[in-house]
């Protein structure tokens, strides 16, 4: 007989004292008037298998009477000291996964961290992160809410921080967002990992404020000065998180100005210096770094695409990056509206910068196109050939996105520079020039051939270090 069929042997017949026994020393009265029902038990499973009654039915907390020592348990229910119980003694532990009955999980939980059952505690949190993902997503708000009460759920607190930190829509474009309590909502906005355009984060906040207050007009321009001071109150605690000099000028002047009363008056006037005036620099607010989960330096694009566009780079369909594992960093090189949208500024900062992405913000859309070229620019001012370049659509929202490979090697870079059309293929990109006519590349990636640049960026691909084993 090997090993595991001795173990096996000793639970069976543990467990069969569960049920069938008549030597039981412990009887336990669970739950509060009048839902109160007594279990019996034997005092050295329980404190064999549980530090917290290893601990107290020595002490003064447990009472003998007759034969049989008396312990009372009023703040768990009778339902989950149930399945609690029989885990004790199987190693079984009964879980209800009927939609209606899978919050019970949480209660369940903190019940066994009262009783020290650190095992059964984890067991819960990887059920729920391996099992019930859908269940998860779909209810994320109210489960986030709940499991930050629990200090004992750590592993799935921090499952769900990183869903957050790689996808953020799972709460702020969620139904229940506005039902965010406060502190859970400072909680994210706190983090530096947040993958999600700052100006975003500010509409969320000021919508989340909104809800706060239904008798609020959602048109600011219509605002009383009450109506701006009910605002204020409720958003109080949050706006100190806001990183409102990360916001594109643009942005902060159409989406964040208009709710300029709200902001304290150090702060309007600090932002006010920085847009306005070139060079200027807060004079007594603290600037909170760009989030991490932001990374590249982009006011167009995020970690989220980088992660699509390092899948695409790598040619692996299967492969999907999460945002900051992709195995590429992704340097500015050039910015049009920092540096100007010429052909000769674009080779100055460009030339002989190897594998390189381009991108595009589209006026008027929340499109973004561009382009991957693995040769690099070199003002040839002649066709380069290549099999591995392609050229991409992006939406803002990361709901959908459009990769076109080259299919005719011959015309992949229009490396020009005494001409236009500077790009991908005789007309398939031309990014400066907003053109967008599908030929030598397998796929259209916009609806239309022409198009307003709003933006651009050129980052070089680069190959992230690894770290050396010491």
């Not at 489960?143 to 009460?149: D, E, G, N, R, V």
């Not at 975003?200 to 600011?220: F, Q, R, T």
């Not at 090189?333 to 381009?358: A, M, P, W």
Request: hydrophobic letters at 40%; aromatic letters at 12%.
């Amino acid at each position: 007989m090997s090993s595991t069929s001795l173990a096996n042997a000793l639970l069976r017949d543990i467990s069969n004292r569960y049920e069938n026994a008549d030597d039981y020393d412990v009887i336990i009265y669970v739950g509060e008037e009048p839902n109160v029902e007594a279990f019996q038990a034997h005092s050295f499973i329980l404190r064999s298998r549980s530090a917290y009654f290893n601990a107290d039915l020595s002490a003064n907390w447990a009472k003998k009477e007759v034969s049989k020592v008396i312990f009372r348990k009023p703040n768990i229910s009778p339902k989950l000291f149930r399945p609690i119980l029989k885990y004790m003694y199987t190693s079984i532990i009964d879980l209800n996964t009927d939609t209606e009955h899978r919050h019970e999980y949480f209660d369940l939980v903190a019940a066994a961290d009262e009783l020290s059952l650190v095992e059964l505690v984890d067991y819960i949190q990887e059920r729920i992160i391996l099992s019930e993902k859908g269940w998860l997503l779909e209810n994320f708000v109210q489960i986030f809410q709940k499991i930050s009460s629990y200090k004992a759920l750590r592993k799935l607190q921090d499952y769900c921080a990183e869903l957050i930190c790689n996808d953020p829509s799972v709460v702020f474009t969620s139904k229940d967002f506005a039902s965010l309590e406060e502190t859970a909502l400072i909680a994210l906005l706190q983090r530096d990992d947040l993958v999600m355009d700052e100006v975003d984060i500010w509409e969320c906040v000021v919508k989340w404020g909104l809800a706060k207050n239904p008798m609020v007009d959602s048109d600011v321009t219509k605002w009383s000065q009450e109506d701006f001071d009910s605002l204020e109150q409720t958003l109080h605690n949050c706006i100190q998180y806001i990183r409102f000099f990360q916001i594109p000028a643009h942005d902060y002047f159409f989406k964040v100005r208009p709710y300029k009363k709200i902001l304290p008056r150090a702060l309007k006037e600090d932002l006010q210096l920085f847009y306005i005036v070139p060079q200027g620099q807060p004079k007594t607010t603290t600037v909170l770094p760009p989030r991490m989960g932001l990374n590249p330096d982009s006011v167009i694009i995020t970690s989220r695409h980088a992660a699509v566009l390092a899948n695409w780079i790598h040619n692996k369909p299967k492969e999907f990056y999460k945002p900051n594992e992709a195995p590429y960093n992704f340097k500015l090189l050039i910015r049009g509206s920092r540096d100007g949208f010429s052909q000769e500024e674009f080779h100055k900062r460009c030339d002989y910068k190897g594998t390189n992405v381009t991108v595009v913000k589209i006026q008027g859309s929340p499109t973004i196109v561009g382009g991957y070229n693995p040769l690099g620019w070199t003002s040839s001012d002649d066709w380069r050939q290549t099999t591995e370049s392609f050229i991409f659509s992006l939406s803002k929202d990361h709901k959908s996105a459009i990769i076109s490979r080259v299919k005719n090697p011959r015309c992949a870079i229009r490396d020009t520079i005494s001409k236009q059309w500077l790009g991908f293929g005789v007309g398939d990109l031309h990014f400066l020039d907003g053109v967008c006519t599908p030929h030598d590349y397998e796929q259209k990636i916009l609806e239309t051939t022409k198009f307003l640049v709003e933006d651009y960026e050129v980052f070089q691909v680069l190959n992230k270090v690894k770290p050396v084993n010491t």
